[in-house]
C-alpha cells in the first residue's frame, strides 16, 4: 500500500517536470550552457543517417551515424534531468542500429531499449544521475563494426554547479578507420574487417574526416579567449594521447569527470572515454591538435588546427629573433685530428658494415637508399662514386666536417644538412668509407689508415666564421 502510495507520488513529480526539447549541434558545435537551476523532462531525438562522407581529401567511405556527422550530435543536459530518449533509424538506412550512452545508468546503456529496424523509432527514459562528458555509441553486432563505421558521439550532463564560463566551447572526438587500402587510396574505400581486428588503423582522424578541422574550418578563436574542448575518443581500438602544439592546458578534467589537474601537456584519453581540457589563448598563431602518437598525425590524418586572430604578445612569444652560423666542438679545427673512438663500438674490430648502421643509416637508410627529397642515396650513389674515386679528400671533410649546401645525385638534387660524424678515428673511417664505397654495387679503391689520415691533415683548419664568430 505505502508502496503504491510512493510510486504515483514520483510519477506526479516527474510528469510534473518542465519539458523542452534538446537542442543537438553537429561537430565542433556545442549547444549553449544550460542556465536554469532546477530539473527538467529533456526530450532528445537521433536520427541514424547511414551516408557516403570523405574520409579523407578524395577518398570516400560509407559511415554509419547519428544525424548524419561523424561524431554525431552533442547533446546537453543537466544533472537530474530525466531524458526522453528517441533513436530513429532512417528509412534508406540497411540496417538495424541501436545506442548505449555511457551516461545512462541501466542495462545496457539503453542499447536493448533502442534496438531499430529501419524506417523504425523506439523510446526509452532515463534519469542523469551522475554529471560529466560521456561517449555514447552503437552496440548493435557486429558492434565493433559499427563504432569503426563511426557511430559514436557525446553527451554533456553538465553538472548542478556548472564549470565556469569560457569564451568559446568546442566538441572534438578522434576514430580509427580501418579499409583495405592504406591511407590516401582515392576513391571509395571499403571497411576490412581484418585490419580492424588486427588494430591496424589505415586512418586516425578528428571529427570523421582528415579534413575536418583544416584550412577554413579549423577551429577559431581569438587572442585572450579562453577556450573549453570537449573531447572524446569513440575508438574502436586505439588510446589517444591528445595534445595542442603550442599550448599547455591550464586545466584538464580527465576521463571527463569532476576532478581537474592543472597544468597539462598531453592527456590520455581512453577508447570510448574523454576528457574536457581548457585553455587561455596569450598569443596568436595556428595551434594544432594532435594524437601525439604522431604517426597517426603525420601519416594518418590525425591532425585539425585552432587558428586564433590576434594582436600577439610578442612578450610571451617572440618568434625567431636571429638564425646565424652554429659550429659545435666537433666542426671545428681540434675535431679535425684524430678523436678517440667514442661509438658504442669503440673496442670492436673495425667492421665497415657496423660502422655504417650506426652512423650513417639512421639518415642515409639500412640499404645505402636514402630518403627522396631528404636524404641523398650512397648506394648506386654517381656522386658518391666520383669523389670515391678522383676527390677522396671529400668524403674525408664530408664525414668529419658536414657537408651543407645543393648536391645532385643520379640526377636529383639535395640540399640538406650533414652533421659531422663524431667518434671515428683514422681506422674506422677508412673502413667505414671503404665499405660504404663498394656496398650495393657501389665500387671505388679502398681507404686504408694511413690514407685517411693524410687527407685529414690536409684539410685546411677550420676559420673564424663567416660571421665573425670566434
Ligand atoms: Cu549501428
Known sequence: MNVVILSLALWSLTTALPEEKALLTEPPLVPPAITRTTPARVKVELEVIEKVMQLADGVDYTFWTFGGTVPGRFIRVREGDTVEFWLENHPNNKLPHNIDLHAVTGPGG??????????????????????????????TAPVGMHIANG?????????????????????????????????????????????????????????GSAMSLVGDRALKAKVGETVRLFVGNGGPNLVSSFHV??????????????????????????????????????????????????FRTFNKGSLGMLKVEGPGRKDIYS???????????????????????????????????????????????????????????????????????KKRGDLVE?????????????????????????????????????????????????FTTDEVKKLREALPEVKATPNGHE
Not at 533502442?114 to 561517449?135: C, D, E, M, V, W
Not at 569527470?257 to 581512453?270: E, H, M, R, W, Y
Not at 651543407?404 to 660524424?421: A, F, I
Open 151 to 207: 557511430m559514436y558521439g557525446m553527451i554533456y550532463v553538465q553538472p548542478r554547479t556548472p564549470l565556469p564560463k569560457v569564451d568559446r566551447e568546442y566538441y572534438v572526438v578522434q576514430g580509427d578507420f580501418y579499409t583495405d587500402a592504406d591511407f590516401g587510396q582515392k576513391g571509395l574505400q571499403p571497411f576490412s574487417m581484418k585490419r580492424a581486428i588486427d588494430e591496424r588503423p589505415s586512418y586516425v582522424v578528428f571529427n
Open 319 to 389: 618568434g625567431k629573433e636571429l638564425d646565424d652560423v652554429y659550429l659545435g666542438d666537433e666542426s671545428v679545427a681540434t675535431s679535425i685530428k684524430a678523436t678517440p673512438a667514442t661509438t658504442p663500438l669503440s673496442g670492436i674490430k673495425p667492421d665497415g658494415k657496423a660502422l655504417f648502421l650506426a652512423n650513417c643509416s639512421m639518415c642515409h637508410q639500412a640499404e645505402g637508399q636514402g630518403v627522396p627529397g631528404a636524404f641523398p642515396p650512397l648506394a648506386k650513389s654517381d656522386y658518391l662514386a666520383n669523389i670515391s674515386n
Open 398 to 446: 664530408f664525414v668529419l666536417r658536414g657537408k651543407t649546401g645543393k648536391v645532385v645525385v643520379n640526377g636529383n638534387e639535395y640540399n640538406g644538412v650533414m652533421t659531422p660524424v663524431a667518434g671515428l678515428d683514422d681506422e674506422k673511417l677508412a673502413t667505414v668509407l671503404t665499405w660504404v664505397s663498394n656496398a650495393w654495387g657501389n665500387s671505388a679503391p679502398a
Open 110 to 139: 539503453g542499447a536493448a531499449s533502442t534496438f531499430t529496424a529501419p524506417g523504425h523509432k523506439s523510446r526509452f527514459t532515463f534519469q542523469a544521475l551522475n554529471p560529466g562528458l560521456y561517449i555514447y555509441h552503437c552496440a
Open 245 to 294: 602544439i603550442g599550448e599547455i592546458f591550464d586545466h584538464v578534467y580527465p576521463e571527463g569527470g569532476s576532478k581537474a589537474q592543472d597544468n597539462v601537456q598531453t592527456t590520455l584519453i581512453p577508447a570510448g572515454g574523454s576528457a574536457i581540457v581548457e585553455f587561455k589563448l596569450n598569443t596568436d598563431g595556428t595551434y594544432i591538435l594532435v594524437d601525439h602518437s604522431i
